[in-house]
């Protein structure tokens, strides 16, 4: 037997035996379920739950702001930005008074700017996310040079559809956009690169993307796991990203004009909303690290994720189901009000005693994205013959401050906020519910994109609160000595 025989001989039988311990590795692992939360887990996360409880009185003690909020709710400034500002109250003789709120893009009015996209019936997200990241109004030509380059970019890697969206599909679109965004680092030969130019040219990429990686996430799962028929709809480069989004998802492409002007508006509102909102801080946070465009924004889709933020939209649409199975008349004042009563004594509803779609961490008297969106949401109802909807809504909508101010000392009033109608809106679009979020991710990115390079621009410190320990010290104890 030549040298040479020898070792593939050997090689073989090596690989074979490789082979063999990978077969019976995977066929041992198929048979346990990894998504089982053991016995032995459950003692393990008392222990856990139980070393993390930290006394409440301690933040007061040592006057810390949880959740990076004091007593009264004002957030603790941590930066400062050109970009958006929310405004709520006044001061007035040194005390801080409710008003009215408003939402500020680039020193703007939101309700001027979308006053004046109504004015000219036009789309106008393409209009914000260029004021957003150049602050400036586009002139015509801008703007049309501007929604040009968008178009562009309006195109996925080869085969990215089948070998990553169709890939293990997830019921949760927020983790299949996450898991697309950081995938799309392996086709990008200038990832790392985090100049201004390389990043806006990144960002501009994925807000023009996001419409179709949401949609198409959306497709695979209903195909694969819902067994619905798979339509996969090449975006038409002459529409606003507002009507791809409809086109792209419905199987006949079709929608009417007032449909996607108001998922236009629902996408300006979202676009931004100032620098402390938890995914756009974790936007300067991650950034603030120096990682790529692809990990910020990964970790940003992960915040917004969370159902006390840009998931609080469903939670509004499942009341109002419940709501409407268990109010008899829609139009009794008195049987609305006795549900909302049940649902903030933990009676009805999930019992946690929420209303939702009710209350803000800034406004108080008045959310303008609640007041500008109103409108459109009335319009759009009344084109679904859904007026009777619409009326339920606006009775909760007075009725619910009321009776939260009746059962809850707070400091301040509370108000409907955008997640009370958007939910509606989106159902009212047959938006499957799988997409509320990843839409509000849609619109978001784009103020995500103008927070990052305007991190990256002022070449700020690495972003890094302090906590206090509140464990005390204590002295080793050898292994024999344990309990």
Same mark, same amino acid.
């Not at 994720?305 to 649409?317: C, E, I, L, M, W």
């Not at 909807?389 to 619910?400: H, K, N, S």
């Given at each position: ?81 050109? =970009? ?24 703007? *009015? ?14 106008? &997200? ?7 990241? &150049? ?24 085969? &990215? ?32 690169? =985090? ?85 756009? &801080? ?5 950034? #603030? ?23 609080? *939209? ?12 268990? =109010? ?18 933990? !009676?009805?509803?999930?019992? *946690? ?20 969106? !109103? ?36 400091? !301040?009033?509370?108000?409907? *906020? ?38 990256? #621009? ?26």
């Amino acid at each position: 037997m030549t040298e040479q025989f020898s070792c593939i001989i050997v090689k073989y039988y090596v690989n074979l035996k490789i082979f063999e311990r990978f077969y019976l590795m995977t066929e041992f692992t198929n048979e346990f379920d990894y998504s089982a939360v053991t016995p032995d887990i459950k003692l393990l996360a008392e222990k856990a739950y139980e070393s993390t409880i930290i006394d409440s009185e301690l933040y007061k003690k040592w006057d810390v702001k949880r959740g990076l909020r004091d007593l009264k709710g004002k957030g603790v400034l941590a930066g400062l930005t050109h =970009i958006s500002d929310v405004h709520a109250v006044d001061i007035i003789n040194g005390e801080s008074v409710p008003v009215d709120g408003d939402l500020y893009y680039r020193g703007y *009015n939101v309700k001027e700017l979308v006053k004046g996209i109504s004015s000219r019936n036009d789309f106008g &997200f393409e209009e914000i996310t260029y004021l957003l990241l &150049f602050d400036k109004l586009p002139n015509r030509k801008e703007l049309s040079d501007f929604k040009d380059i968008l178009a562009r970019y309006r195109r996925l890697p080869k085969n &990215f559809v089948r070998d990553v969206v169709m890939k293990a599909p997830s019921s949760n679109m927020m983790n299949t956009l996450a898991r697309s965004v950081l995938t799309l680092y392996s086709y990008d030969s200038a990832a790392e690169d =985090i100049s201004i130019p390389n990043v806006l040219r990144q960002s501009l990429q994925l807000i023009s993307l996001f419409p179709m990686l949401s949609v198409y996430s959306y497709q695979a799962y209903a195909h694969y796991q819902k067994n619905e028929s798979l339509y996969i709809h090449m975006p038409n480069n002459d529409l606003s990203l507002a009507e791809n989004l409809l086109y792209i998802l419905r199987p006949d492409s079709s929608y009417t004009e007032l449909e996607a002007k108001v998922l236009d508006i629902a996408m300006v509102l979202h676009a931004d909303h100032g620098g402390g909102n938890n995914s756009t &801080f974790t936007t300067h946070v991650v950034t #603030s690290t120096g990682t790529d465009t692809y990990s910020s924004v990964a970790a940003s889709l992960g915040s917004l994720k969370g159902p006390r933020h840009g998931g609080a *939209n469903v939670k509004v649409v499942e009341m109002f189901e419940d709501m409407k199975e268990v =109010i008899k008349d829609w139009k009794d004042e008195e049987e609305v009000r006795k549900y909302l009563t049940d649902i903030l004594d933990k !009676k009805a509803f999930d019992k *946690n005693g929420l209303i939702y779609g009710v209350g803000h961490a800034v406004y108080s008297l008045s959310d303008p994205r609640e007041v500008l969106f !109103k409108s459109f949401v009335e319009r759009l109802a009344h084109e679904k013959g859904l007026d009777d909807e619409f009326y339920l809504y606006d009775t909760v909508q007075r009725l619910a401050p009321e009776e939260i101010a009746k059962r809850r000392p707070i400091y !301040k009033g509370v108000c409907a *906020n955008v997640d009370f109608y958007s939910g509606f809106v989106y159902k009212m679009l047959d938006l499957p519910r799988e997409l509320y979020t990843p839409i509000f991710a849609c619109a978001r990115i784009s103020g995500w994109s103008a927070h990052r390079i305007e991190e990256l #621009s002022n070449n700020g410190k690495i972003i890094r609160p302090a906590f206090k320990s509140a464990q005390p010290i204590r002295d080793y104890i050898s292994m024999d000595d344990r309990d």
